[in-house]
């Protein structure tokens, strides 16, 4: 889920005239309508040109098209069948608040929303906004799947709505809600808060049912279009019917043996008929073309096993859900008994899977791990598992969700969804505990894969062995706490903890983890009180470690928070337990919040020689993101005491680890850091840059400013504003909009601004061109060079040509490779992320 990416840097004027120009005005009504004069105006849109990298004004328009609907996913193939739906939801969505699309499983209420976003796209400039909700089990979890599709987190107790209200003001801007019908109310009432928060929002809902909110449009999809019975239609009016075409263009796809003549027409058109229409149903039918004759696929349907009619009206879910039914009961009915079991196995994954994580959960008896393998093949080539490139380049498995939600019934229909869901949870506290997780940029986006199905454990956990959600909590809180959403592992922990037993060992462990997020999350009331319920039952069981572990903890809050003497205190005590124990890791972690603590009191000299011991025993175990904490808040004593040389150095030095083991709400202080340095050094541009990438950085993982560094950072703000002027703003954008990689290289002066940026954005697009990144982006869909050509409308040996040229460029020596690095760098079509 994710909101449109950020588009290179026009100011508000600028993009105020691009908005107009591609209305249709021409640059003596722009300039009527601003109060500016032409000279202006035309000097402003030249520069708009030479921005975007366009030259006309069909150009510009294009751009902002496109643009507004970046937050949407490209169509992999074409919508057959739909361009009078498409029209209407697109009037709809322009004239109406609320539209939602409803009709039965499979009918293609996803694929049209997302076409009719990307149509109105250029309506909307606060951009279009897709959230997913397939994978969103629980009514609570509705409003932080919102937020974050607007790219923002949950906040302490701010309602999103409110949250989203902030960040569109008065824009307009269209919210794509998709799959609503097993969250129906949560999602109505969430629908109906934001439109009367955001005035400019529109919300295009699909759903099996309508929201029932009010001044709701609905609008329903029905299946596609069949030839009547007993119409007599020539053989070409016959391929041109939405259903019949769409089958033969999935069958072509497929590989599968196409029909020929009028005789073979008319089986086709009976298998339509037999499947009402139904896209998903038409397309999984056209893949099994790969092993048999249409009139094979109609002898299999049989009479008697005809879908049941669709039924019109607000509550037939059910009913509905029939005709898709019958076509998932008949793909499964051919399925082998052990590819069955594997199938509803395999249904208990919430998101994409890999081959180890479908041998540990589904490989229990009557099945092996090894032969899983095979299966899993076997249900790939019948379509009833998706595949594609990870983010490592290793497959990636996925069920359809309607073929999910089958296969979950017929798991407990055979007794087998308790012990599935129990291995799939245990299966996830393994991975989460292998070395490394939140640390490696790799693993990051191995993590990110893996939410959903993370999700989907803890909630199960959660309700039927919660020791087992503290263990994955417990090691999913760095990943949280380094990358995000630091919100929803705050949500998760507070659940977790008003589970546990009041004097739980467990519950010790989940508070120090809350603690330690809450803090990030700047709800320091909380982090407060879950670091005193750890001692207090760390003391009563008599468990020395985390009594220090406690007191060090209380002593961190309370050094951010401004309460030095008592951070010292706590700090002091913590240092003194972990020195009469045989543990430098814990001591060290002791050190930094003891010598930052004192540094920050006024102590510079105790503080920054404890800091440098912190730093040395980290370094002696090898913990070089240790070393990095320890000289980051060096950095801080040495502002502080005046020293800027050692300041300089002791932040390079952190900042240069950190990117490679990153740490955002670390980076974050480190860029606030800087922006102080750089302050003192009169360089306000610098300053504000860096305060800048500081907050678009904790906004990005929902982190909270540390307090005891508010003073200084605002002040530095405060004076950099003051001098720079009418210029300062522009370089607060340029900082909030930079990615950590830029501003990471900005700070360590090893470029200069514009020279970062031009750097981030070559390392985004390998240096690929335009077409070449089209080319690339195909590559990984699986496309083969003649495949391309014709999907990009160039010459064979053209696509041949660009696919040697990606390989070269990437240093990649196969497809395969060239697929896994598109992934890997989230590529897109524009070279923007």
Same mark, same amino acid.
């Given at each position: 889920?994710?909101?449109?990416?950020?588009?290179?840097?026009?100011?508000?004027?600028?993009?105020?005239?691009?908005?107009?120009?591609?209305?249709?005005?021409?640059?003596?009504?722009?300039?009527?309508?601003?109060?500016?004069?032409?000279?202006?105006?035309?000097?402003?849109?030249? $520069?708009?040109?030479?921005?975007?990298?366009?030259?006309?004004? $069909?150009?510009?328009?294009?751009?902002?098209?496109?643009?507004?609907?970046?937050?949407?996913?490209?169509?992999?193939?074409?919508?057959?069948?739909?361009?009078?739906?498409?029209?209407?939801?697109?009037?709809?969505?322009?004239?109406?608040?609320?539209?939602?699309?409803?009709?039965?499983?499979?009918?293609?209420?996803?694929?049209?929303?997302?076409?009719?976003?990307?149509?109105?796209?250029?309506?909307?400039?606060?951009?279009?906004?897709?959230?997913?909700?397939?994978?969103?089990?629980?009514?609570?979890?509705?409003?932080?799947?919102?937020?974050?599709?607007?790219?923002?987190?949950?906040?302490?107790?701010?309602?999103?709505?409110?949250?989203?209200?902030?960040?569109?003001?008065?824009?307009?801007?269209?919210?794509?809600?998709?799959?609503?019908?097993?969250?129906?109310?949560?999602?109505?009432?969430?629908?109906?808060?934001?439109?009367? &928060?955001?005035?400019?929002?529109?919300?295009?809902?699909?759903?099996?049912?309508?929201?029932?909110?009010?001044?709701?449009?609905?609008?329903?999809?029905?299946?596609? +279009?069949?030839?009547?019975?007993?119409?007599?239609?020539?053989?070409? +009016?016959?391929?041109?019917?939405?259903?019949?075409?769409?089958?033969?263009?999935?069958?072509?796809?497929?590989?599968?043996?196409?029909?020929?003549?009028?005789?073979?027409?008319?089986?086709?058109?009976?298998?339509?008929?037999?499947?009402?229409?139904?896209?998903?149903?038409?397309?999984?039918?056209?893949?099994?073309?790969?092993?048999?004759?249409?009139?094979?696929?109609?002898?299999?349907?049989?009479?008697?096993?005809?879908?049941?009619?669709?039924?019109?009206?607000?509550?037939?879910?059910?009913?509905?859900?029939? /005709?898709?039914?019958?076509?998932?009961?008949?793909?499964?009915?051919?399925?082998?008994?052990?590819?069955?079991?594997?199938?509803?196995?395999?249904?208990?994954?919430?998101?994409?899977?890999?081959?180890?994580?479908?041998?540990?959960?589904?490989?229990?008896?009557?099945?092996?791990?090894?032969?899983?393998?095979?299966?899993?093949?076997?249900?790939?080539?019948?379509?009833?598992?998706?595949?594609?490139?990870?983010?490592?380049?290793?497959?990636?498995?996925?069920?359809?969700?309607?073929?999910?939600?089958?296969?979950?019934?017929?798991?407990?229909?055979?007794?087998?969804?308790?012990?599935?869901?129990?291995?799939?949870?245990?299966?996830?506290?393994?991975?989460?505990?292998?070395?490394?997780?939140?640390?490696?940029?790799?693993?990051?986006?191995?993590?990110?894969?893996?939410?959903?199905?993370?999700?989907? &454990?803890?909630?199960?956990?959660?309700?039927?062995?919660?020791?087992?959600?503290?263990?994955?909590?417990?090691?999913?809180?760095?990943?949280?706490?380094?990358?995000?959403?630091?919100?929803?592992?705050?949500?998760?922990?507070?659940?977790?903890?008003?589970?546990?037993?009041?004097?739980?060992?467990?519950?010790?462990?989940?508070?120090?983890?809350?603690?330690?997020?809450?803090?990030?999350?700047?709800?320091?009331?909380?982090?407060?009180?879950?670091?005193?319920?750890?001692?207090?039952?760390?003391?009563?069981?008599?468990?020395?470690?985390?009594?220090?572990?406690?007191? /060090?903890?209380?002593?961190?809050?309370?050094?951010?928070?401004?309460?030095?003497?008592?951070?010292?205190?706590?700090?002091?005590?913590?240092?003194?337990?972990?020195?009469?124990?045989?543990?430098?890791?814990?001591?060290?972690?002791?050190?930094?919040?003891?010598?930052? &603590?004192?540094?920050?009191?006024?102590?510079?000299?105790?503080?920054?020689?404890?800091?440098?011991?912190?730093?040395?025993?980290?370094?002696?175990?090898?913990?070089?993101?240790?070393?990095?904490?320890?000289?980051?808040?060096?950095?801080?004593?040495?502002?502080?005491?005046?020293?800027?040389?050692?300041?300089? &150095?002791?932040?390079?030095?952190?900042?240069?680890?950190?990117?490679?083991?990153?740490?955002?709400?670390?980076?974050?202080?480190?860029?606030?850091?800087?922006?102080?340095?750089?302050?003192?050094?009169?360089?306000? /541009?610098?300053?504000?840059?860096?305060?800048?990438?500081?907050?678009?950085?904790?906004?990005?993982?929902?982190?909270?400013?540390?307090?005891?560094?508010?003073?200084?950072?605002?002040? +530095?703000?405060?004076?950099?504003?003051?001098?720079?002027?009418?210029?300062?703003?522009?370089?607060?954008?340029?900082?909030?909009?930079?990615?950590?990689?830029?501003?990471?290289?900005?700070?360590?002066?090893?470029?200069?601004?514009?020279?970062?940026?031009? +750097?981030?954005?070559?390392?985004?697009?390998?240096?690929?061109?335009?077409?070449?990144?089209?080319?690339?982006?195909?590559?990984?869909?699986?496309?083969?060079?003649?495949?391309?050509?014709?999907?990009?409308?160039?010459?064979?040996?053209?696509?041949?040509?660009?696919?040697? $040229?990606?390989?070269?460029?990437?240093?990649?020596?196969?497809?395969?490779?060239?697929?896994?690095?598109?992934?890997?760098?989230?590529?897109?079509?524009?070279?923007?992320?």
């Amino acid at each position: 889920m994710g909101g449109s990416p950020a588009s290179p840097r026009l100011t508000d004027r600028e993009r105020e005239i691009a908005d107009l120009v591609a209305a249709g005005l021409t640059n003596v009504d722009v300039a009527a309508r601003l109060g500016l004069s032409d000279r202006t105006v035309d000097g402003s849109l030249q $520069q708009v040109y030479r921005k975007l990298g366009v030259s006309t004004r $069909q150009q510009l328009t294009a751009w902002l098209r496109e643009r507004e609907a970046a937050g949407l996913p490209a169509p992999l193939d074409g919508l057959i069948g739909r361009e009078e739906d498409l029209a209407r939801a697109a009037a709809l969505v322009t004239a109406h608040r609320l539209v939602t699309l409803t009709g039965p499983g499979g009918v293609g209420k996803t694929r049209l929303a997302i076409q009719v976003g990307r149509a109105v796209g250029a309506d909307f400039p606060g951009g279009v906004h897709l959230v997913e909700l397939s994978a969103v089990n629980e009514p609570e979890l509705v409003d932080d799947a919102v937020v974050s599709g607007f790219g923002l987190h949950l906040d302490g107790d701010r309602p999103a709505h409110r949250i989203v209200a902030d960040r569109l003001g008065q824009r307009p801007a269209l919210l794509v809600l998709d799959n609503c019908e097993h969250l129906v109310e949560a999602s109505a009432l969430l629908a109906q808060r934001l439109l009367t &928060a955001c005035p400019g929002l529109h919300v295009l809902a699909t759903s099996r049912e309508p929201l029932m909110v009010p001044g709701e449009r609905v609008r329903q999809v029905a299946p596609l +279009a069949l030839p009547a019975g007993g119409q007599a239609l020539t053989e070409d +009016a016959l391929r041109h019917h939405a259903a019949v075409r769409l089958f033969l263009e999935r069958a072509e796809e497929a590989g599968g043996a196409l029909p020929v003549g009028p005789g073979d027409l008319a089986v086709v058109v009976d298998i339509c008929r037999r499947l009402d229409g139904l896209p998903l149903a038409l397309e999984l039918a056209a893949a099994r073309t790969r092993a048999m004759t249409p009139a094979a696929l109609l002898e299999h349907l049989g009479h008697d096993e005809r879908p049941g009619i669709l039924t019109a009206g607000y509550r037939t879910a059910g009913e509905r859900q029939q /005709t898709l039914r019958a076509t998932v009961e008949w793909s499964h009915r051919l399925l082998s008994e052990p590819e069955q079991v594997l199938f509803a196995r395999l249904a208990v994954f919430a998101g994409g899977f890999d081959l180890r994580s479908a041998q540990a959960v589904a490989g229990g008896e009557p099945l092996s791990p090894a032969g899983v393998v095979d299966l899993l093949s076997r249900l790939v080539d019948r379509s009833l598992v998706q595949v594609g490139a990870g983010s490592t380049g290793e497959p990636r498995y996925r069920l359809l969700d309607t073929l999910r939600a089958y296969g979950r019934e017929r798991l407990g229909a055979t007794g087998g969804a308790e012990e599935t869901s129990r291995r799939h949870a245990e299966h996830h506290a393994e991975v989460l505990a292998e070395p490394m997780l939140t640390w490696s940029l790799r693993a990051a986006g191995e993590m990110r894969e893996q939410m959903d199905d993370v999700r989907a &454990a803890l909630a199960w956990s959660l309700a039927n062995a919660p020791e087992l959600t503290t263990l994955i909590c417990g090691r999913l809180v760095g990943y949280w706490g380094r990358h995000g959403p630091i919100g929803e592992g705050c949500q998760w922990m507070d659940r977790i903890i008003e589970r546990l037993p009041a004097d739980d060992s467990h519950r010790a462990i989940a508070c120090a983890n809350g603690a330690w997020l809450a803090q990030r999350h700047g709800r320091f009331d909380a982090a407060e009180r879950y670091a005193q319920a750890e001692l207090r039952i760390a003391r009563a069981i008599g468990d020395t470690s985390a009594v220090a572990d406690a007191l /060090t903890r209380l002593g961190d809050i309370a050094r951010n928070r401004g309460r030095f003497g008592e951070a010292v205190a706590h700090a002091a005590e913590g240092v003194a337990m972990r020195r009469g124990a045989d543990d430098a890791y814990e001591l060290a972690l002791a050190l930094v919040v003891s010598g930052s &603590a004192l540094g920050r009191r006024g102590d510079h000299d105790e503080g920054r020689r404890q800091l440098e011991e912190a730093a040395d025993l980290f370094g002696t175990i090898g913990e070089s993101a240790g070393v990095a904490l320890a000289r980051g808040w060096l950095c801080e004593v040495a502002i502080r005491m005046g020293d800027l040389p050692l300041a300089a &150095a002791q932040l390079a030095q952190s900042l240069r680890t950190y990117r490679d083991r990153p740490d955002a709400w670390m980076v974050a202080n480190l860029f606030d850091l800087a922006a102080w340095l750089a302050r003192i050094q009169d360089d306000p /541009t610098r300053a504000l840059r860096l305060a800048g990438a500081a907050a678009g950085l904790r906004e990005a993982i929902g982190a909270a400013a540390v307090p005891a560094l508010a003073e200084p950072v605002e002040r +530095a703000v405060r004076e950099s504003r003051r001098w720079l002027g009418a210029r300062a703003e522009e370089a607060w954008r340029q900082g909030v909009g930079a990615g950590p990689e830029q501003a990471i290289t900005y700070a360590l002066r090893e470029t200069d601004w514009e020279a970062g940026a031009k +750097a981030v954005r070559d390392a985004a697009t390998g240096g690929l061109t335009g077409r070449e990144r089209e080319v690339a982006l195909l590559i990984a869909e699986g496309l083969a060079d003649k495949e391309i050509a014709a999907r990009l409308g160039i010459g064979r040996r053209t696509a041949e040509h660009h696919a040697e $040229q990606v390989r070269r460029k990437l240093g990649c020596s196969s497809r395969t490779q060239v697929a896994a690095w598109v992934v890997q760098h989230d590529l897109t079509p524009d070279g923007e992320r």
